[in-house]
Every structure is written in C-alpha cells, then in structure tokens.
C-alpha cells in the first residue's frame, strides 16, 4: 500500500474504457488495497478525487473527498470521502457551470469547462452497497470529471474553446483574477 505513480496525458490506459467489478472483485484484500493506495495518492497530489485508471488500474472505480477549509477551494462545500464503484450518472440539471479544471493526469494545465450543473450516481461502495447521491455545483463537476476517466475521457477532451486551456502559472495571472468562474484542482 503505497502512492503510485499517476499516468499523464498520452498514456493508451487513459484512453480505455474500464470494466466493472463483480461484489467478490469489491469484497477482496486486492480492492481494500486499491481503495488506500488511491486514497493515499489523491492525498499526496493535493487531489480531490482519483480514478483508478489514472494509476493503471482498469476498473469502474473512483474516489472523491474534498473538505471546507481548504484554501483553494474554500467556498466549495464539503465531501466526506466516497468510494464510486460502477457508478452511473445521470444529469438532473442540464443548465450549464464552468469551472477552471485541472487534472492529475493532466499536470500543470487548466481550461475552462462546461457541464451540466446537477447529477444524480447511483453505485456502489467499497461494501458493495448500492448507494444514490444528488449531486450540484462543484460536486457534480467533479463527478463528471472522475467518472469521464471510467470511459478514457480526459477534461481536454470537453474543451470547447481551447483558448481558454492554460498552463497554471498564466491561468493564476491572466485568468484567475478576472474569471467569474470557480478553479476545480486537480
């Protein structure tokens, strides 16, 4: 158990879609395993989630937690950590956010992405339970983003303007202070 290396942009495992796992796969020491290593790895990159394909694992599985008091991100609410096994996504709300997005997978970048601002995940977790949550604003983007991982999808890949894709430095001094819209870290 350990923090792995997190594949980048180019890597063909970003770009496949992963399989689900069965509830033995779920109940197992290899998924317990996974779970911390991805947990530690999110943590050690300053990530507020992670899918297990951005570390080589090609399974349906992705890990969020986000907490308040974090300084880049202050004002955008609270995830208790949550395993999503073979979650599903479907939108609620398809009036459109953007957020400033930035990716493990994708270092040292940002771009401005739009997506629909409410979801509903129904899946299961790390007990094999099945579980729903509603989810809006940043929650919501950042299940879009981590479940795109599930289906080798990358946030470039939603870009619609490429202008507004930015390496982190020229995004902090060009865009950050003029933008309305709200930074997603990595």
């Known amino acids: 158990m350990a923090v792995r290396n997190i594949l980048r942009m180019g890597h063909p495992l970003l770009r496949q879609r992963s399989r689900e796992l069965s509830k033995e796969e779920i109940l197992s020491d290899w998924f317990k395993s996974l779970i ?12 507020v989630g992670i899918a297990a394909p951005q570390i080589g694992e090609m399974v349906r599985v992705s ?7 974090n300084a880049r991100y202050p004002e955008m609410g609270e995830q208790t950590l949550t395993v999503f096994v073979n979650p599903v996504l479907k939108m609620t709300n398809l009036s459109e956010q953007s957020f400033w997005e930035g990716c ?6 940002r771009g401005l992405v739009s997506r629909p601002s409410g979801v509903f995940a129904e899946f299961l977790d790390e007990k094999a339970t099945k579980k729903t949550l ?4 940043f929650l919501a983007t950042v299940l879009q983003h981590e479940f795109d991982h599930l289906d080798g999808i990358l946030y470039v890949d939603r870009l619609r303007d490429t202008t507004r894709l930015s390496f982190v430095d ?6 950050a202070p003029q933008s309305l819209h709200k930074e997603l870290p990595d």
Do not use: C, I
């Open 36 to 47: 911390f290593d991805m947990t530690e790895t999110m943590h050690a990159t300053n990530g």
């Open 63 to 69: 890990v969020v937690e986000f907490a308040n008091e």
């Open 104 to 109: 493990l997978s994708v270092p040292d970048l």
């Open 134 to 137: 509603q989810a809006d604003g």
């Open 170 to 175: 020229e995004y902090k001094q060009f865009w």
